[in-house]
Every structure is written in structure tokens, then in C-alpha cells.
């Protein structure tokens, strides 16, 4: 019997490849500032296969998101979870966020970051994700910061929302240091001193 033959044009987009190219894009130059013409030409791919995969422009930065979110926030929730008492947790999140970006092959700076500072010339789609990821990273320290109060290892005194603004706020500066040149050591220095406020 003769297999049927699929109508249509065959699908020749390389969606992982469009989508870590988009991501470092991003990442790297800035979400507002990269179009879907510049992909195009890094990955070959035309824009009518990358709006029939991804939708749109907002598409495609939504889904970059969310490919972030699984690179870098992930880990950031795995640390604040983990069985490790308040102090040993604050230095491994120093550790974190100072990594050697050149070694791992990524760039600096945050690509969350940049799309919250963003948000408002986001599409609709990315805007929205954006705004459940904030809620998310700030739910994890709320949790972490009251599991702390609990064992006695941080403050009571300290409102726990606030102190979790507070650590958000010090990691979106310390990725815009980043991204200034700011060298790794200043940068955790300014961390270990701006994480003693919390204790």
C-alpha cells in the first residue's frame, strides 16, 4: 500500500536551533532590540516558518523566556529550597550569580532582568509571562525568608515581602554591573555586604 504523502510545504525550521539563537540574541543584545529578520538571517531560517512555529514576534520572545527560565531560574529556586541554613544559602546564591559567564558560554547580565526594565514595549504574551515570573521569583524568597524566620537564623522583625524585594532588587543590580563590566569579585563583594543587611 502506498503511503499517503503529506500536503503542504515540508517543515525545514530547526525550531531548537531558532529558539537558543533567539534566547542568546536576547540575552546578549537586548529583547527589544533584535527582529525577527536579524534571526532569521543568523539561523537561516525564513520569517514565514518562524510566525508558523511560533505565532509572532511576542511568540518567540515568550518562548525564549520560558527557555530561561529553565537555564537560569531554576537553579535560583533550586538554591533557595535546598536543606542549607540561612548563611550558607545567601553565599551560594553569591556564587550563583557571579558564575564566569565567558566559561559557561553565555552572556552577562539577565535576560529576566532586562525584560522586566522592558516590559512595556513587550508584546502582550511575553509581558504577561514576564509579570507570572516576577510573582514566582518572589513567592520562592517569600518561602525562603519565612522558612529562615522559622529556624531562627533571620530576623522576625524584618517584613518578609520586603526582604524579599530587597534580595530581587540586589540580584537586578548586580546583573546590571554585570553588564557594565563590573568585575565578578567587586561584584560578590557588594553582594556579601548588601546580603548582611538580611539577617
Keep these: 500500500m502506498k503511503k499517503a504523502e503529506k500536503r503542504g510545504r515540508p517543515k525545514t525550521l530547526e525550531r531548537e536551533h531558532v529558539l537558543q539563537t533567539a534566547l542568546m ?4 543584545v537586548s529583547p527589544t532590540d533584535v527582529s525577527i529578520g536579524e ?11 518562524i510566525y508558523r512555529e511560533f505565532g509572532s514576534d511576542d511568540g518567540l520572545k515568550c518562548a525564549a523566556l520560558e527557555s530561561y527560565r529553565s537555564l537560569a531560574l531554576l537553579p535560583l529556586f533550586d538554591i533557595l529550597k535546598r536543606d542549607q541554613n540561612f548563611a550558607a544559602a545567601k553565599a551560594a546564591l553569591v556564587a550563583f550569580t557571579t558564575q564566569d559567564r565567558e566559561a ?12 522586566r526594565a522592558q516590559r512595556d514595549s513587550l508584546g502582550s504574551a511575553t509581558g504577561e509571562r514576564v509579570d507570572q515570573l ?4 518572589l513567592d520562592a524568597y517569600m518561602v525562603w ?5 522559622s529556624k531562627g537564623e533571620c530576623s522576625a522583625q524584618i517584613p518578609t515581602d520586603a526582604a ?3 534580595f530581587d532588587a540586589q540580584n537586578g543590580g548586580a546583573m546590571r554591573m554585570q553588564k557594565e563590566g563590573v568585575d565578578k569579585a ?13 539577617e
Design 25 to 28: 540574541q536576547y540575552w546578549g
Design 39 to 49: 534571526i532569521c538571517k543568523l539561523t537561516g531560517a525564513s520569517k514565514p516558518g
Design 104 to 115: 559557561l558560554g553565555v552572556p552577562s547580565g539577565c535576560l529576566f532582568v532586562a525584560m
Design 134 to 137: 516576577r510573582d514566582e521569583v
Design 145 to 149: 525568608i519565612e522558612t529562615a524566620k
Design 164 to 166: 524579599a524585594l530587597y
Design 186 to 198: 567587586t561584584i560578590a563583594t557588594v553582594l556579601r555586604y548588601a546580603f548582611k543587611m538580611i
